[in-house]
């Protein structure tokens, strides 16, 4: 487990996108946050206190999260400098970039001699199996968007609050470094190898009460063709009974790929459950939610009520107006 | 890449099915093979010639392939003792067992000694990029399957053949630990992390002559609920121009999962065309390849006439039937 509370590493993200992983840990554990750590340029602001490693360590922090994303990088020498500083002040580090803390020699050096953790939550720690497909018992939620980063984790933090307040049995399972950040458990599933990935997702929500409800964080997208295979070894691992479908309208372009356009709705609602029929007939989809971070109200309403009336599903933005509508909307499965 | 001539070791194969890796390679590079090697009481016969390793390294062969599978996944002593050898007179050795040769610390040390080389083809050689999806020059066919060990390779490698024979430009890509022995290349797909599978097939099939043809080896099923997550990494990083349906009519389940049924032709059909259109609009399924190894010449002719009847669509075995027709199809892509 990553010892709390946390200081937040923004690093020199070019935009808030870019420190997603820091804000879903500021949005759904306040409580373990104490500061940011930015360093000149971050286009990111969580709104949370900008500390020094001293400020944050007399505040209480005991862990440094690098809370940025890095796609494909490596840990540049600017972030080298706060990370090797906070070893020797007596942080510890976790991070959920593909390139380990671990690799790193001179993190691994320092953190060996000042007897610090470097904490890689984005390697496995278990061994998964091959899935088997059976049907377990319980029920299970999954988030399938059009998109990468449209809200899926958001999605599915918010009902799984939502559900807790209301008395219903329901576990959020993490599938990705930020998740497993917020919760400190889950799987890793982008760093799983390619024949246990459906295996690794069985194991992350396995037989429960009949009323319990895994909601299982969604990862990438079967229209984005870097990530697709990730999210059909989500749907056919996770066997959902449930598909709540997650979409962001202002997107140009598939993210990261500036030749693709976005799916439709109605493409990834007829796509994915069509697949996830493949393990459980009896799937269905249950809402729509909608990230209207880049719209008006009056806008981000009027957009909810007619994707609603188009395609006979409850539309909501879960963080703009809650996801009760979603949740109620599990009484048909 | 591994160094070509081979001398193929049968080991102590308890029958020819033990020794289908090597016998896969016989059967479609001849070319790279001097001879065989077989331990007492093997009970495969490639029809090569037997060779003692003095004999081989005399005759040119290089690396000495590990053909056949070994029995309770253990490399036994019987084994060692060659390959120890072998690596002493100077031979790389190559497996596709899934314990790794170089996990065996004496032949780690014997390789270390010598100079010598061992390919564990079932670990990826290559840290693989992450799709970007961007379009290439030259043409690729991909096999789909119904289910898994359906003939998707045997498809691409007959089709592969008879391209290069006709004096087409044609390169067999393998995906699969046979494959890869086969061609000495090739992305071991299901190892791989699952965020940089389409970025491998991607890497596997680069830019290439606008009239030349990747023949990319399929793996899994989009309807196998353990496996399909590579397939669609396939799908969306191969970027086929073609694909070529793969069906074995005798199969009562999917493999593995006896609880599922196959899907019809059809329903793969529409799936992956409706998948491969996202990373490339202008795909098209140009025919199918059935697996009649358990049916009648009759029983043979006749399914694959009511396939074509009812697909619209070329449809041969090309064990059986030659892949001529398969090849001729791909005129219209």
Not at 15 to 23: C, F, H, N
Not at 179 to 201: N, Q
Not at 296 to 323: I, N, Q, T
Request: aromatic fraction near 6%; charge should be negative.
């Amino acid at each position: 487990m990553i010892e709390t509370p946390y200081l937040l590493f923004l690093g020199d993200a070019p935009d808030g996108l870019a420190a997603k992983v820091a804000q879903g840990i500021k949005d759904w554990r306040p409580e373990n946050c104490v500061g940011q750590f930015r360093l000149d340029g971050c286009k990111a602001d969580l709104g949370l206190q900008d500390m020094t490693l001293a400020e944050a360590k007399a505040a209480g922090a005991k862990t440094l999260v690098i809370g940025v994303a890095n796609r494909g990088g490596v840990i540049s020498q600017t972030w080298k400098k706060v990370l090797v500083e906070a070893l020797e002040e007596g942080f510890d580090l976790a991070s959920g970039l593909h390139n380990l803390l671990r690799n790193e020699e001179d993190l691994a050096a320092v953190a060996k001699a000042t007897g610090q953790t470097l904490h890689d939550v984005r390697i496995p720690s278990v061994q998964y199996p091959i899935a088997n497909g059976e049907k377990r018992t319980g029920k299970r939620l999954l988030a399938v968007g059009t998109d990468c980063s449209v809200g899926k984790m958001y999605t599915a933090l918010a009902m799984d609050a939502c559900m807790r307040e209301k008395g219903m049995k329901s576990t959020f399972r993490a599938t990705g470094q930020t998740g497993i950040l917020i919760t400190g458990d889950g799987v890793p599933l982008d760093a799983v190898i390619a024949d246990f990935m459906a295996g690794s997702i069985e194991y992350l929500t396995p037989d429960n009460d009949a009323d319990h409800w895994d909601i299982i964080e969604g990862q990438g997208s079967l229209f984005h063709v870097s990530y697709s295979g990730v999210t059909l070894a989500l749907i056919h691992g996770g066997q959902p009974d449930a598909l709540v479908l997650c979409h962001e309208p202002t997107r140009t372009h598939m993210r990261g790929l500036p030749g693709y356009k976005l799916p439709t709705l109605e493409a990834v609602r007829d796509t994915a459950l069509a697949m996830a029929k493949v393990g459980n007939p009896d799937c269905k989809v249950i809402g729509v939610s909608i990230n209207t971070q880049h719209m008006g109200d009056e806008e981000a309403k009027a957009y909810c009520a007619e994707v609603e009336e188009s395609l006979g599903l409850p539309c909501v933005d879960p963080f703009r107006h809650g996801a009760e509508r979603l949740v109620e909307a599990l009484a048909v499965v």
